[in-house]
């Protein structure tokens, strides 16, 4: 069954370093998500993206982050200078398009620590 | 804004125990409900859903109505077992393709044999 990954499953970096955070969505979805999950909290959208640009962002997604899709099969994450509290569990997602947009399927999750 | 809010957990059952995890929702329009599961170290998976009013979701022995007259989406299992522990997500999302979901807090249940 096909799936979503991501890389590397644990990314740990010092506070001001910039962090890329790759996931390989499902090879015909259309949409593209990042959500992440502080430890403890529940889990909350950053950014959707489809027809190569951002359809939608939240509050959270400010300009030090940043996404693309380089390549036509990677969907990255970029944090351009990382604080402690982006700390969190990072979740790469996509949905397929028509009646399929309806359902997100996640991959397993890049864990970031900042110190 | 659209919201969800799920019953505080942890839960803890007994295996073969009746399981009922409350989820309601505040949206506008007619958004389409879910709950996902997140077994210990691992992501999010889809468990089941529902696109429209009275629409029932199952899976795995897992169901759940969307209930607009009362905007709920309870998950219900008439017997867990040990390996159902995880931890339970409802979510919703707008009736626009591509819409980004919506999260309650999650609910942790433990089930002991």
């Known amino acids: 069954e096909p799936e979503v990954t991501q890389t590397p499953s644990h990314q740990v970096t010092q506070m001001g370093q910039e962090v890329i955070l790759r996931c390989v969505p499902i090879?015909?979805?259309?949409?593209f998500y990042w959500y992440r999950q502080i430890l403890g909290q529940k889990v909350e959208f950053l950014v959707s993206f489809y027809n190569n640009e951002i359809s939608e962002k939240s509050e959270i997604f400010d300009d030090q982050f940043s996404v693309e899709r380089p390549d036509g099969s990677n969907f990255t994450l970029k944090i351009r200078s990382t604080k402690l509290e982006d700390s969190a569990m990072y979740f790469c997602?996509?949905?397929?398009?028509?009646?399929?947009?309806?359902?997100?399927?996640f991959g397993p999750g890049t864990r970031l620590t900042v110190t | 804004g659209n919201s969800v809010t799920q019953m505080e957990g942890p839960v803890t059952l007994s295996e073969e125990a009746f399981l009922t995890i409350n989820c309601t929702y505040t949206a506008t329009g007619y958004p389409s409900l879910f709950w996902y599961v997140q077994y210990p170290g691992e992501g999010l998976q889809l468990l089941l859903k529902?696109?429209?009013?009275?629409d029932k979701g199952s899976n795995k022995g897992f169901e759940a109505t969307y209930r607009k007259e009362t905007t709920s989406f309870h998950l219900e299992k008439g017997s867990v077992q040990v390996s159902d522990s995880a931890v339970y997500f409802c979510?919703?999302?707008?009736?626009?393709?591509?819409?980004?979901?919506?999260f309650g807090q999650g609910t942790e249940l433990s089930v002991k044999p």
């Open positions: 090879s015909n979805h259309l949409y």
């Open positions: 979510a919703l999302k707008g009736n626009n393709q591509g819409g980004k979901l919506i």
């Open positions: 997602a996509s949905s397929g398009g028509g009646a399929g947009a309806y359902e997100q399927y």
């Open positions: 529902a696109t429209k009013a009275d």
